[in-house]
């Protein structure tokens, strides 16, 4: 394929992912996808395919784009621990980011589809277990090093973590303010920290 039309499509998958992470998949219309990715229905289908795997396209981006930054904010640190409380500091900072939405997209995939999307829907829950299965490995990482107790849980601390970013991404939703949702998100980074075993 062209240079010019991978980054023409490239393109495309951006916009198209905002959109739908902004309005989600059955609020986002083909009129909507024609307009933001400028291109006409034929041309859509022709290089997705339909609007059910450009939303598929686009979770997967998402989900990889989350990933890339989840990593980069974990190898700054020679703490497992340090790294994801810092994870968590730094989500408290979405008010204060221009983004299409304060929700995780996955989250909002996988409350919003049904039955007719099992496959989208499949792909977010996988997508966000990736992203449990990694905080796990960094709580496995941290009882290694022992910065953990021998006996701590690492896949129950992954889960809990998980559940913790995903309250976050729902309640940074409400009308709240930038110091609020900082603080909370401190809180639970506090949390993370009261874990490292004293020596």
Known sequence: MPRATLHHRHDSLEQALTLFWR?????????????????????????????????????????????????RTLRAWDSPLEGLAAYLRQLGGLCDQNLPSRACMLLKSLLELGEREQL??????????????????????????????????????????????????VFAQRAVDSHTLQALADDMAQSIEALRVTR
Do not use: C
Request: no cysteine; proline share 2%; net charge negative.
């Open 120 to 169: 989208a829907w499949q792909k977010a829950e996988t997508l966000l277990a990736a992203m449990e299965t990694r905080f796990t490995e960094h709580f496995a990482a941290a009882r290694e090093l022992g910065e953990l107790a021998p006996q701590a849980n690492s896949e129950r601390l992954g889960r809990r973590l998980q559940a913790e970013v995903m309250g976050l991404r």
């Open 23 to 71: 309005k989600g998949f059955h609020a986002t219309s083909l009129k909507d996808l024609e307009q933001a990715m400028d291109m006409r229905p034929g041309s859509i289908y022709a290089a997705f395919g339909s609007k059910d795997k450009l939303f598929q396209e686009a979770i997967d981006r998402y989900a990889h784009l989350a990933l890339v930054e989840l990593e």
